[in-house]
């Protein structure tokens, strides 16, 4: 057991690929990890030991917040410069007005907005708006003009707001529009604005499920079904079923190894048969990259 343990780390080394290149993870090292300072993921999961790198979020880092930095943003007017459309994709989410880095504000109109265009269609589901408490009663998103959400509600919301669209709607242009035309002083404050779309071949709220599309097309936020139909090998309405091995939740499966390296991984599993579990054949299977 100690000798094949060993080789193992002899060959994690010869694999390992140098940072420049970026670190991969998940089947057949198809995904990219996502962590702080550029280390490092859980061959198997993506996990990030040290958190994920910014812009990036969920249990595997594949969550990433396409809004973050853009210059394409704008609002319905501007108080002051420096409270302008930029602050709400500046990567700080303190609801709290500080000096260094305030939050947008609109002037005082019945009609206040804040569009972001992301210069590409994106399949759009869930957000997440930060606004300064006491500024966003009654508001809505929209999405190339289509509803995704409206928050009636008469008490302030939360200054922290999750969202989900009422469905994954297709487009480029998010407009978050106070719709309380009724009262003349309103304005908006809005402090961050997350915009969240999942890397390619994952899905699930956090972007931690792997789907396995043909051509390499993206699944459907939700349910992971493909537009295409599956990859080779895998089935399954979100085309995670690996037709050899069965379910495979990390998106890994098995090959048929050659030679030694086989061999190996043979000796190996039939010493871990007591404790077997499938996060114990995948982790090796993975690190062999087989
Ligand atoms: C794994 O990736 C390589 C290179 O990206 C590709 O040529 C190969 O077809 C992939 N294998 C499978 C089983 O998808
Ligand atoms: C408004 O929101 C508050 C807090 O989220 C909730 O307790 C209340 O039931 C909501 N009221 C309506 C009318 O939906
Ligand atoms: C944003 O939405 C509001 C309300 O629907 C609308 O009045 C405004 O024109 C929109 N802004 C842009 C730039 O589309």
Redesign the pocket.
């Known amino acids: 057991m100690a000798t094949a343990i060993i080789e193992i780390g002899v060959l994690l080394v010869v694999a390992a690929p140098t940072p420049s290149e970026g670190f991969k993870f998940g ?4 995904y990219t990890c996502h962590c702080k300072n550029d280390e490092k993921c859980d061959i198997v999961t993506g996990r990030c030991d040290n958190g994920c790198l910014k812009g990036w979020g969920g249990p595997s880092c594949q969550q990433g917040n396409v809004a973050l930095g853009s210059e394409e943003v704008s609002q319905s007017d501007i108080l002051i410069d420096s409270y302008g459309p930029k602050q709400a994709v500046d990567g700080y989410t303190d609801t709290a007005w500080t000096f260094n880095h305030p939050c947008i504000h609109t002037s005082f109109s019945p009609w206040a907005w804040w569009v972001i265009d992301l210069q590409r269609t994106f399949s759009l589901r869930f957000l997440k708006i930060f606004h300064q408490a006491g500024y966003a009663q009654g508001f809505s998103v929209h999405i190339d003009n289509e509803l995704c959400f409206k928050h009636t509600n008469v008490s302030n919301p939360p200054t922290e707001i999750p969202i989900e669209c009422g469905r994954t709607i297709t487009g480029r242009h998010v407009n978050i529009s106070s719709i309380r035309s009724d009262d003349f002083f309103h304005y908006i404050r809005l402090c961050e604005v997350e915009i969240y779309v999942c890397s390619r071949g994952t899905f699930g709220s956090d972007c931690n499920k792997f789907c ?1 599309c043909s051509n390499g097309d993206e699944c459907d936020v939700i349910t992971g079904q493909c537009p295409n139909g599956c ?3 895998w089935k399954g309405a979100s085309c995670n079923t690996d037709i050899a091995f069965g379910i495979r939740p990390h998106g890994n ?1 098995h ?1 048929r190894g050659k030679g030694n390296m086989f061999a190996i991984l043979q000796i190996q599993l039939l010493i871990y048969t007591h404790m077997a579990t499938d996060i114990i054949e995948e982790n090796m299977c993975a690190r062999l990259q087989i």
Request: glycine fraction near 10%; avoid cysteine.
């Open positions: 089947f057949n090292n198809s396995h990859q080779k090998g499966r090959h």
